[in-house]
C-alpha cells in the first residue's frame, strides 16, 4: 500500500506561482510513474502533468506547458508540482497519483493505482 498526501495549495492571485508537494509513505515509489490530476466543480478529473520513474521523461497537458512543472524527489519519497503564472482556470482540487504497473497511459485516470486526498487551489482574477 502507498499513501499519498498532497499539500501546498491555498489562495493566490492571476499571475502568482504555488509548489504542491505529493509525500509518499509506506512503501518507495521510485519506480512509479507519478501524476499530478485535476478537477474543478461540476467537471471531471483531468490529466495535468506526470513524471517518469527515471524524471528523464515528463509530460504535460498542453494548456499547462511552459507555467507547470512536475519534479521529484526519490530520495524523500516526495513529488513536486511547480505552479507559475496561474489563471483563474487553473482552479481546481489538485491530485496526485501513482501508477505502479505503467501501463504507458499516464494521462489516463484509470493507470492509476494510489490517490491522495487532493489539495485545494483557488486563483482569484
Known amino acids: 500500500q502507498v499513501q499519498l498526501v498532497e499539500s501546498g495549495g491555498g489562495l493566490v492571485q492571476a499571475g502568482g506561482s504555488l509548489r504542491l508537494s505529493c509525500a509518499a509513505s509506506?512503501?518507495?515509489?521510485?519506480?512509479?510513474?507519478m501524476g499530478w490530476f485535476r478537477q474543478a466543480p461540476g467537471k471531471g478529473r483531468e490529466f495535468v502533468a506526470a513524471i517518469g520513474r527515471s524524471a528523464g521523461n515528463t509530460y504535460y497537458l498542453d494548456s499547462v506547458k511552459g507555467r507547470f512543472t512536475i519534479s521529484r524527489d526519490n530520495a524523500k519519497n516526495t513529488v513536486y508540482l511547480q505552479l507559475n503564472s496561474l489563471k483563474s482556470e487553473d482552479t481546481a482540487v489538485y491530485y496526485c497519483?501513482?501508477?505502479?504497473?505503467?501501463?504507458?497511459?499516464?494521462?489516463?485516470?484509470?493507470?492509476?493505482?494510489?490517490w491522495g486526498q487532493g489539495t485545494q487551489v483557488t486563483v482569484s482574477s
Open positions: 509506506g512503501r518507495s515509489i521510485s519506480n512509479y510513474v
Open positions: 497519483a501513482a501508477d505502479v504497473d505503467y501501463t504507458g497511459r499516464y494521462y489516463w485516470t484509470g493507470a492509476y493505482d494510489y
